[in-house]
């Protein structure tokens, strides 16, 4: 079984920052590649960033320039640091990790936490 907890969530005003974590637990061998989703209230989940094996990374093009994706493979731990954040943002964020699992390889979605930007 493998767990993502995810933490950093919260509520803060237009042009503040907010950084989110995602550390991985359980029956997981390393951590090479995630991904960060969001919800806002009343969409569809769409894509934020990712981060490649080759620490490639990719961005939608609404936080590019803001949204910044890391990992730490060693922590087997992943972050996404927003700023600049706008209303729009407002949202739950869920991270993403693709774990191998015998001969499968699997996806786990963390359980999501709320950003909220507001005035």
């Known amino acids: 079984q493998v767990d993502l907890m995810e933490s950093g969530g919260g509520s803060v005003q237009p042009g503040g920052s907010l950084r989110l974590s995602c550390e991985a637990s359980?029956?997981?061998?390393?951590?090479?590649?995630m991904g960060w989703f969001r919800q806002p209230p009343g969409k569809e989940r769409e894509r934020v960033a990712t981060?490649?094996?080759?620490?490639?990374?990719n961005y939608s093009d609404s936080v590019k320039g803001r949204f910044t994706i890391s990992i730490d493979r060693a922590k087997k731990m992943g972050s996404l640091q927003m700023n600049n954040l706008k209303p729009e943002d407002t949202a739950v964020y869920f991270c993403?990790?693709?774990?191998?699992?015998?001969?499968?390889?699997?996806?786990?979605w963390g359980q999501g936490t709320q950003v909220t930007v507001s005035s």
């Open positions: 981060i490649e094996s080759d620490d490639r990374t």
């Open positions: 993403v990790v693709p774990y191998v699992s015998g001969s499968q390889t699997k996806v786990k």
């Open positions: 359980g029956d997981i061998v390393s951590m090479n590649t």
